[in-house]
């Protein structure tokens, strides 16, 4: 199925027509998976492809972005698996002064749909208060997302700050974002990395041996 209408509606930011497409794309029988891939995450490429060139500027990325959300929340009951036990505890969010959120929602939600229980911060999130929240709710996992190159720094004091407060042996860590790399995660201390939604509920329950 070609989900072009879908990807020029998210591209506007026509928030009707993009959550009636995504809802006739459902109702056909498409994988939420593919719809978000193909469609939404397709749509969003070409959106930073765009703003990039000066095409487009801030106030019609955050327009796609809010067109993207509607959407996400029409495909979610789609993602859950119903289950009833929690797997473990993750703090999850948005490192120190970024912004960018809708990927690290859909890892929460795929992750949440696998069975765990999310404690998700938020955006521009300091080391300190992931180091409280970690503290507070005994996490075995922490998530962290970045979209910009300027704020991954904040990922590496992050895990500075929970070493410093001997929280590091703790809890596990899992990176990403879209200028993250395996590299880079290997190289500031994290646990782990993962490049997509579906591979971060892969890697979690690797960290957490649970097969
Ligand atoms: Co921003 N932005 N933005 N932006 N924005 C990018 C990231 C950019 C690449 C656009 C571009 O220039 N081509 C560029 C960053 C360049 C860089 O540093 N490398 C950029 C810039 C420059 C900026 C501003 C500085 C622009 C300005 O003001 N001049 C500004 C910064 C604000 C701030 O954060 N302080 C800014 C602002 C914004 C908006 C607020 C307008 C909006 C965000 C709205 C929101 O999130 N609520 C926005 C958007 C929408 C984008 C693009 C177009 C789309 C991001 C997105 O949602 N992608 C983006 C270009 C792009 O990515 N192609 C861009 C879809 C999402 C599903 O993918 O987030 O990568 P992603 O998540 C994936 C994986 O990365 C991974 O799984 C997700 C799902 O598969 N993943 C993880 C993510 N987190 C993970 C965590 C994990 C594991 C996997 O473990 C815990």
Redo the contacts with the bound molecule.
């Keep these: 199925m070609s989900y072009q209408t879908l990807m020029d509606a998210v591209i506007k930011g026509d928030i009707k027509t993009a959550t009636e497409e995504t809802r006739k794309a459902v109702d056909a029988g498409q994988n939420a998976q593919d719809i978000?891939?193909q469609g939404?995450?397709g749509a969003?490429?070409?959106?930073?492809?765009?703003?990039?060139k000066g095409a487009i500027?801030?106030?019609q990325?955050?327009r796609?972005?809010?067109t993207?959300?509607e959407c996400v929340e029409v495909l979610k009951p789609h993602f859950q698996e119903n289950a009833m036990t929690t797997k473990g505890n993750?703090v999850?969010g948005?490192v120190k002064?970024?912004?960018?959120?809708?990927?690290?929602?859909?890892?929460g939600m795929?992750l949440e749909g696998a069975g765990f229980n999310i404690i998700d911060l938020g955006?521009?999130v300091a080391p300190e208060v992931f180091v409280e929240k970690i503290k507070e709710v005994k996490a075995d996992?922490?998530?962290?997302?970045?979209?910009?190159?300027?704020?991954m720094p904040s990922m590496t004091q992050t895990i500075k700050a929970l070493m410093d407060s001997d929280q590091r042996d703790n809890v596990k860590v899992?990176?990403?974002?879209?200028?993250?790399t395996r590299k880079f995660a290997e190289d500031i201390g994290a646990d782990?990395?993962?490049?997509?939604?579906?591979?971060?509920v892969n890697?979690?329950k690797k960290l957490l041996n649970i097969t």
């Design positions: 978000l891939d939404l995450i969003m490429n070409v959106v930073g492809d765009k703003f990039s500027f801030v106030p990325m955050l796609s972005a809010k993207m959300q993750i999850l948005t002064g970024d912004l960018h959120d809708i990927g690290k929602n859909l890892v795929m955006v521009d996992i922490l998530g962290m997302s970045a979209l910009l190159s300027t704020t899992i990176i990403g974002g879209a200028p993250v782990s990395y993962a490049p997509d939604a579906g591979a971060a890697e979690t």
